[in-house]
């Protein structure tokens, strides 16, 4: 099944269905997040079906890299255009995700394809075994390739989906992106992920890399990208580099530049066990104007006897209700 091209879609219909899509996500997290004391985990919570809850998907390391959990609510500060704001909601625990594999199936990635197909199936098979899943092939054009369903969370699906197409043609890298980011709006779960394995040197897309920035940020998926060596050593590799690193800085995720192709594999695993070790926080704005205006995020960590210093890696921010953004 073909993935509907986002380009082709109306500018009110776009609209219409931004506004509902946000206002969809909202209500879930409310839904499906309790919210506790910010001291710990579990305890007696409520449910809020508050919109303007802002939730965010947070991973911290240690100064080695390494991933720090069992962090209580009270270490965590989050700040606003530069506004303390109160922490509402704080949970630290493993739970499903809606994600999408994305995979550039463009003859540049010949030599690659194998590695590819590996390390998505790594990545599925050290993931949240509730997550639900679907995979992009995309090459001139992109494709949802599974039979029939928008997600699946069976490994011979995957497999099959993965491995259903060959590698040719140009790269429709942009296109492919923004079109995953919308049908991850289909899934139930609140949080959100799109893992991609391409060099990001897009040569045959309608969107620019602009306009999936800006996608990026009106989503709260975190992007993961595994870019392997680029073919071509020109200017059109080193901006795709710029650009990849930006859109996951922007989006909470990160991005890996293996020198080997048979890095990949471990480095989709290592983004399995990332986004299974992120804390939740949620909290209302003390801005409360609907106003469509990006509202930059930063959180901040006190590190905890033992620790020199942390880092806190999440989405660094979101657009206000109202106006063409979303949170």
Known sequence: ?????????????????????????????????????????????TISLDVDLVVLHATVVDTSGHYVTELTGERFKIFEDGVEQKVAVFRDEDVPITVGLVLDNSASMRENRRAMVTGALAFAGSSNPLDEVFVVNFMDDYYLDLEGKDFTSDINELKAALEKTT?????????????????????????????????????????????????????????????????????????????????????????????????????????????RSQYVLGYYPTNKARDGSFRTVRVEVAAPPGYKKLTVRTRTGYYAQGGTGSQ
């Open 167 to 275: 590698t040719q043609g140009n790269t429709a890298y942009y296109d492919a992106v923004r079109a995953s980011l919308q049908h991850l709006r289909r899934g139930t779960r609140q949080k959100k992920a799109l893992l991609i394995i391409s060099d990001g040197a897009d040569r045959a897309s309608v969107s620019d890399f602009n306009v999936l920035l800006e996608d990026a940020r009106k989503s709260e998926a975190a992007i993961y990208i595994v870019s392997p060596p680029c073919q071509d050593e020109g200017r059109r590799c080193r901006n795709a580099k710029r650009e990849i690193r930006k859109l996951a800085q922007a989006s909470g995720g990160m991005a890996y530049f293996p020198t080997t192709i048979e890095q990949v594999e471990t480095l989709c695993r290592q983004i399995a066990h990332d986004i």
């Open 1 to 45: 099944m073909r993935l509907r091209n986002s380009d082709a879609i109306k500018e009110n219909g776009k609209r219409r269905a931004g506004v509902w899509a946000a206002a969809a996500l909202l209500l879930a997290a409310a839904s499906l997040w309790a919210q506790t004391r910010p001291g710990g985990r579990g305890g007696d919570f």
